[in-house]
């Protein structure tokens, strides 16, 4: 049963979707059969998977709002391993016409379970806000990848979108983990992206991976050629850096499995069991799958634990 990932931030351009193709690419290459889900109506992760824009493709739009067979939609991401839920512009219709239907949160969630079998990961790229279509990728996910770009005021963001996501287990998904805060854009020629990090890692302990992703060109250029980067340029630091990090999100899933802390329910149903899942902080080096009880005010506060 995969374990579905969303990658979020409510800031634009802090490295989501770059993360989500290269991830995704990382962890096929590992034998990891992964499917993309791209839930932002920018497409991005659609285009930098080859896809180019065409009006006659369907996309989530049509699996989340009219029911279509998910068969119909996902595609071959041309990559061994590794499928895609594409995205339009017209995704940003659903996030409008969600409003007024039932379940409007959850609506990911079902058609996740009903996929969810086929995959060992499921990573989901957000928009960046906190609208009906993210609600829903969080409702959907066992835990969130929180990119961070290392560069100012970077603490304080983190710290309200924990604030954030703590409220929302309380609200739409009980058992949300946090997988990890993962540091994009570092720059080691730069003062502050080496304060950036070190506050991070002050504050947040070992729920920041240990993988750190660096500002590279060929990341930045990949996408043009609509292929992740380690189809590009398997040699450059950027497609290094997202390999190690799917060695190390598939390494803290064994070690889940090891302590005897996955999932309890499966992630599948709507509403999921009471006694959630992640019963405990994972332990060292994992990024803590968050324990249940969010202890009142639950800010990220408590830092360098495994707990949010
Ligand atoms: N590590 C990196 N090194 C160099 N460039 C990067 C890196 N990560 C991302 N970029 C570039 O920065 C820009 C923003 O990245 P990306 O699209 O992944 O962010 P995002 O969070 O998905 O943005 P949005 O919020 O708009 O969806 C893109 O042009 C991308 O190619
Ligand atoms: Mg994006």
């Not at 096929?28 to 932002?40: R, Y």
């Not at 061994?80 to 969630?109: F, H, M, Q, T, W």
């Not at 590279?216 to 630091?237: Q, T, W």
């Amino acid at each position: 049963m995969a374990r579905v990932i969303a990658i979020t931030n409510q800031k634009g351009g802090v490295g989501k979707t770059t993360t989500a193709v290269n991830l995704g690419a990382s962890l096929a290459a590992s034998e990891q059969h992964t499917l993309v889900i791209d839930c932002d109506p920018q497409g991005n992760t659609t285009s930098a998977l080859g896809f180019p824009k065409d009006p006659a493709r369907r996309t989530l739009y049509q699996a989340l709002m009219l029911d279509e067979p998910i068969e119909r939609i996902i595609l071959d991401a041309q990559v061994e391993g590794l499928d895609l839920i594409p995205s339009d512009k017209n995704l940003v219709g659903a996030a409008v016409e969600l409003v007024n239907l039932e379940n409007r949160e959850y609506r990911l969630k079902a058609l996740v379970a009903g996929i969810q079998a086929r995959y060992n990961y499921v990573l989901i790229d957000c928009p960046p806000s906190l609208d009906l279509l993210t609600l829903n990728a969080l409702a959907a996910s066992d835990s969130v990848l929180v990119p961070i770009q290392c560069e100012y005021l970077a603490l304080e963001g983190v710290s309200e979108l924990l604030d954030t996501l703590m409220r929302l287990r309380r609200t739409i998904n009980p058992s949300l983990a946090i997988e990890g805060i993962l540091l994009t854009m570092y720059d080691d020629r730069t003062t502050l992206s080496k304060q950036v990090a070190a506050d991070l890692r002050s504050f947040f302990g070992a729920q920041v991976f240990e993988t750190v992703i660096p500002r590279n060109v060929r990341l930045a250029e990949a996408p043009s050629h609509g292929m992740p980067v380690m189809f590009y340029d398997i040699h450059s630091k950027g497609a290094e850096s997202y390999i190690q990090l799917a060695k190390e999100v598939i390494a803290n899933a064994q070690k889940r499995v090891g302590q005897g802390i996955e999932r309890a329910d499966s992630g599948a149903g709507a509403g999921s069991s009471g006694t959630s899942a992640s019963a405990a902080a994972a332990g060292a080096g994992s990024v803590g799958s968050a324990s249940t009880s969010d202890d009142g005010g639950g800010n990220g506060g408590s830092s360098g634990s495994g707990t949010v």
